[in-house]
């Protein structure tokens, strides 16, 4: 007998339709067409976290999807014909949920898109990709486990991946004729919101409001006392919930200069900061830090909020003046590379997206590097395809964190 194959709403449809066709007169708005979108076009969404990106970041699946559900530590009910729950579980359990977007604080982004591709659903997530480096790990072998479509909430790449210059650029990077002598410098500089999303250290406990449950709003990361800076958008200012202005910020600034310059699969080894002394709990100024990769290409993130500017030049022409003649025609002659696949378009077509898990978990783990080395306050060696820090035991602590009981990755 033959296997039984799992076949999704989208699939029957699409079937149904091809059979009907023969046979009758199919009504246009099954079809397609003008003004009229097909049933097999069409997707059931959920939003997880509803604040001031929550219905940003719905839209930005750029599909024609249905919000049947939304789900926020602050509602319970129904709204506008929708469920609204407390509890992302509950979300994950309904079969009518195609997609999810995901705009909760990032200490819950990965154990809820983990969940959701293992129910099946598809998911784009705001940005940062995760809190930690070893969440990262975790959510890209769930992609690939479980054969769905996971989208970062950034999008910059899509458009430097059309740009010739970044092509060109790409393309030198990728060629390995640079060897391990590349001489570049990539220096972002400023609207890091360093300032603005820093902590408060002298908080002091308030009462936790009715329509808050603030046990589950903290979930996997420790149950402090309440203080409304630690919730709304100025989360960003603890440890426990994201990394300043750097892990807010950094990812939409480095995820496209990641693909520019051929770094989706790896990470840097050399992390230093000029940082003062962290606070424990309270994310804080800084102002540079240095990631170095094996080939020699470095990242400078520089927030130009505290202490003195970064003062090395940024090489801009670097790159082809390293290269002779002969290795510029190599570069001219290289096809180039592969456009890359929007949410939407890997959803309809099952396509990796280009935002996918393994390289937006290298992004994010620039902005964690960055942090650990302020955090630590010394240069850190980093192995890229262990994904551990070497010979610094402190340092690892805070790549792979310890989560709240009962929550794990």
């Known amino acids: 007998m033959p296997k039984t194959e799992k076949v999704t709403r989208r699939q029957f449809i699409k079937s149904s339709i091809g059979a009907a066709t023969a046979f009758t007169i199919v009504p246009r708005h099954v079809l397609g067409g003008p003004n009229h979108t097909p049933p097999s076009e069409t997707f059931g969404g959920a939003l997880i976290g509803c604040g001031g990106r929550g219905n940003g970041t719905f839209n930005a699946m750029g599909l024609e999807a249905k919000k049947l559900a939304i789900c926020d530590v602050k509602f319970v009910g129904r709204e506008d014909n929708k469920t609204i729950y407390r509890d992302f579980r509950r979300v994950l359990e309904r079969k009518d949920i195609d997609v999810v977007a995901i705009a909760t604080p990032p200490h819950w982004h990965a154990l809820i898109s983990i969940a959701a591709m293992e129910a099946g659903k598809d998911v784009l997530c705001e940005k940062p990709m995760t809190r930690f480096i070893a969440e990262g790990r975790a959510v890209a072998e769930a992609e690939k486990r479980y054969k769905r479509i996971f989208q970062v909430g950034t999008f910059g790449r899509f458009g ?27 220096i972002k500089s400023g609207g890091l919101k360093v300032k603005e999303w820093s902590g408060m250290v002298n908080a002091k406990p308030q009462p936790v409001p009715k329509s808050l449950d603030w046990d589950m709003y903290c979930g996997p990361s420790p149950l402090r006392p309440y203080h409304p800076h630690r919730h709304g958008g100025t989360h960003r200012g603890y440890w426990d919930y994201e990394g300043g202005g750097l892990a807010d910020m950094g990812q939409h600034h480095y995820d496209p200069v990641q693909w520019v310059y051929a770094k989706d699969d790896t990470s840097p080894v050399e992390i230093e900061a000029y940082a003062p002394p962290a606070h424990q709990e309270a994310c804080g100024m800084w102002g540079w830090v240095e990631l170095k990769y094996a080939d020699g290409m470095t990242f400078v993130f520089d927030s130009r909020e505290w202490g003195e500017p970064y003062n090395r030049k940024q090489a801009r022409e670097v790159l082809l003046s390293d290269l002779s003649e002969e290795d510029r025609k190599k570069i001219k002659d290289m096809p180039d590379p592969e456009p890359l696949v929007s949410f939407a378009e890997a959803v309809k ?6 935002g996918n898990a393994d390289a937006a978990n290298r992004s994010a783990t620039l902005m964690h590097l960055a942090n650990i080395a302020i955090r630590t306050g010394r240069k850190l060696r980093y192995d890229p395809v262990k994904e551990q820090i070497v010979g610094d035991e402190e340092a690892n602590r805070l790549v792979n964190q310890p989560m709240r009981a009962p929550w794990h990755l």
């Open 160 to 186: 430097r991946s059309r740009d010739p210059r970044s092509i060109e650029i790409h393309k030198i990077m990728a060629s390995g004729l640079l060897k391990n002598n590349c001489k570049g410098v990539h």
């Open 349 to 354: 077509t099952r396509k990796r997206a280009g």
